[in-house]
């Protein structure tokens, strides 16, 4: 099993319309959960953190379960621009090493 | 605030060469930088963490002869992939944790630096 899991998608989303999609991870004793978001060919921007009582940050919102092991992120009112692949990162548990999820790509169309 | 580079951008060079690659963090100083490989279609695998003025922590699989980490100061951290075979091909992205921002873990990642080897 994948220390964390992403569903690729693709995710077609009409533009305006709200998407979410979840991430699980195995390690229950992870830390820190963080979205990133990478476009075609760039580096990974950071998002948002994760935080345990869930955060939103304009059209964007974390939420973290630990109980199921999973961090989901809602996207409302979508913009093209919000295209990209998101990806879900957590640490290990020992240091501060981060582990990446495959991405969901997400392409918001007019 | 927080920037990190990385040079070059773009490599393309012959099977059996050394390639250089450097990530400077611009305006923090980065006592752990950290290197990673995204081969197409797929995610970020860490490859080495880099601590200024010690040797580097390889990730299991990695070989350490072959990806010649050095971290000689607070700012910049150089992988030189070694004798490069075209399996080597990868985008390698580097990434700088400081410490003294909040959240704790948070990394900021270099534009990273495409090498082809032919």
């Known amino acids: 099993r994948k220390e964390v899991e992403q569903d690729p998608g693709p995710f077609n989303v009409p533009e305006g319309a709200t998407v979410a999609f979840n991430c699980t991870y195995s390690?229950?004793?992870?830390?820190?959960f963080f979205w990133y978001r990478q476009d075609c060919r760039k580096e990974p921007k950071l998002l948002m953190s994760?935080?345990?009582s869930g955060n939103e940050d304009g059209r964007f919102t974390a939420q973290l379960n630990r109980a199921s092991q999973y961090i989901s992120l809602l996207i409302r009112d979508s913009k093209l621009s919000d295209s990209a692949t998101y990806l879900c990162?957590?640490?290990?548990?020992?240091?501060?090493?981060?582990?990446f999820g495959g991405g969901t790509r997400v392409l918001v169309k007019p | 605030g927080a920037v990190v580079s990385q040079h070059p951008s773009r490599v393309i060079c012959k099977s059996g060469t050394s390639v250089k690659i450097e990530c400077r963090s611009l305006?923090?100083?980065?006592?752990?930088m950290f290197w990673y490989r995204q081969f197409p279609k797929q995610s970020l695998m860490l490859m080495a963490t880099?601590?200024?003025?010690?040797?580097?922590?390889?990730e299991q699989g990695v070989e350490k002869d072959k990806f010649l980490i050095n971290h000689a100061s607070l700012t910049l951290s150089t992988l030189t992939v070694t004798s490069a075979h075209p399996e080597d091909s990868s985008f390698y992205i580097c990434?700088?944790?400081?410490?003294?921002?909040?959240?704790?873990?948070?990394?900021?990642f270099g534009p990273g630096t495409r090498l082809t080897v032919l």
């Open positions: 994760v935080y345990s």
């Open positions: 305006d923090f100083q980065a006592t752990t």
């Open positions: 990434s700088a944790e400081d410490r003294d921002r909040a959240p704790y873990n948070e990394q900021f």
């Open positions: 390690n229950s004793a992870s830390q820190s």
């Open positions: 880099s601590n200024e003025g010690s040797k580097a922590t390889y």
């Open positions: 990162v957590v640490n290990k548990a020992a240091g501060n090493k981060l582990t």
